[in-house]
């Protein structure tokens, strides 16, 4: 059996692709800051594949590296890596927006995937196979009022994951992004700090697409044949043309 690793498994898109994995007899050791909720996880999917659970902020190098070496035996070789883990934080102008901000999305979108990366792709290297699945954003092809940074650093996952793939070729190892359009989760919570009526907002008026959706395709991503690389997907909810082109009948 298989072993993949997420990023950001304890909610959204994360939490739904190892469901979804889980299914396919992949086992899986799920990544996130809230242990609670990765135990709950483990807990619901530990009759169908062997679940590992690792605790720690994709901003704490340390606590990354330390993390994946602590990893037993039985989970030591990681077939497939899910580079999840993001946020937004606040939708301001350049102008006024918060360095915090910046710093936050710059450490976990860009920072944090790169970490993560680095402590599994020289196991990969050694087994001569494996396969890295970036979740990009629609953010990460083009920019949107007020998206400045977030976008920066969603357009930095696109250039990585294009590198990645020119670098690990020789390697064997399969490198693809999933860039999703309006998606319904946590994110909006957290990109308006806990304003739920501005966050349920974005939501309204249209079907956006659901983490399930993005968990389905990064499930049939996964287990095409070995020869066969998904390089790079860009999905929309229907109602939804671009980054700021939206069909709104509500």
Same mark, same amino acid.
């Given at each position: 059996? =298989?072993?993949?690793?997420?990023?950001?498994?304890?909610?959204?898109?994360?939490?739904?692709? %190892?469901?979804?994995?889980?299914? @396919?007899?992949?086992?899986?050791?799920?990544?996130?800051?809230?242990? /609670?909720?990765?135990?709950?996880?483990? =807990?619901?999917?530990?009759?169908?594949?062997?679940? @590992?659970?690792?605790?720690?902020?994709?901003?704490?190098?340390?606590?990354?590296?330390?993390?994946? /070496?602590?990893?037993?035996?039985?989970?030591?070789?990681?077939?497939?890596?899910?580079?999840?883990?993001?946020?937004?934080?606040?939708?301001?102008?350049?102008?006024?927006?918060?360095?915090?901000?910046?710093?936050?999305?710059?450490?976990? +979108?860009?920072?944090?995937?790169? $970490?993560?990366? =680095?402590?599994?792709?020289?196991?990969?290297?050694?087994?001569?196979?494996?396969?890295?699945?970036?979740?990009?954003?629609?953010?990460? =092809?083009?920019? $949107?009022?007020?998206? +400045?940074?977030?976008?920066?650093?969603?357009?930095?996952?696109?250039?990585?994951?294009?590198?990645?793939?020119?670098?690990?070729?020789?390697?064997?190892?399969?490198?693809?992004?999933?860039?999703?359009?309006?998606?319904?989760?946590?994110?909006?919570?957290?990109?308006?700090?806990?304003?739920?009526?501005?966050?349920?907002?974005? $939501?309204?008026?249209?079907?956006?697409?659901?983490?399930?959706?993005?968990?389905?395709?990064?499930?049939?991503?996964?287990?095409?044949?070995? @020869?066969?690389?998904?390089?790079?997907?860009?999905?929309?909810?229907? %109602?939804?043309?671009?980054?700021?082109?939206?069909?709104?009948?509500?």
């Amino acid at each position: 059996m =298989k072993t993949a690793l997420i990023t950001g498994a304890t909610s959204g898109i994360g939490k739904s692709t %190892a469901i979804e994995l889980a299914k @396919h007899h992949i086992n899986l050791v799920i990544c996130g800051r809230r242990q /609670e909720r990765l135990d709950d996880l483990q =807990k619901e999917l530990s009759d169908m594949v062997k679940v @590992h659970t690792l605790c720690f902020d994709v901003r704490d190098k340390e606590k990354v590296f330390e993390s994946i /070496e602590s990893l037993p035996a039985e989970f030591g070789t990681i077939d497939i890596l899910v580079n999840n883990a993001g946020n937004a934080h606040g939708m301001d102008p350049i102008q006024t927006g918060s360095i915090d901000d910046w710093d936050a999305m710059i450490d976990i +979108n860009v920072k944090g995937l790169l $970490y993560v990366s =680095k402590a599994i792709i020289p196991k990969m290297i050694d087994q001569k196979s494996g396969h890295i699945i970036n979740i990009g954003s629609i953010a990460g =092809k083009e920019v $949107y009022p007020n998206g +400045n940074v977030y976008c920066a650093s969603k357009h930095a996952v696109d250039a990585i994951n294009k590198g990645m793939r020119l670098d690990l070729n020789a390697h064997r190892i399969r490198v693809g992004a999933i860039n999703p359009g309006l998606v319904e989760t946590e994110f909006s919570n957290v990109r308006f700090k806990g304003d739920n009526q501005r966050a349920d907002s974005v $939501y309204k008026g249209y079907d956006p697409l659901t983490p399930k959706d993005i968990a389905d395709i990064i499930a049939f991503v996964v287990t095409r044949p070995y @020869h066969v690389n998904i390089a790079d997907l860009v999905v929309y909810p229907t %109602a939804q043309a671009s980054a700021y082109v939206l069909n709104k009948t509500l």
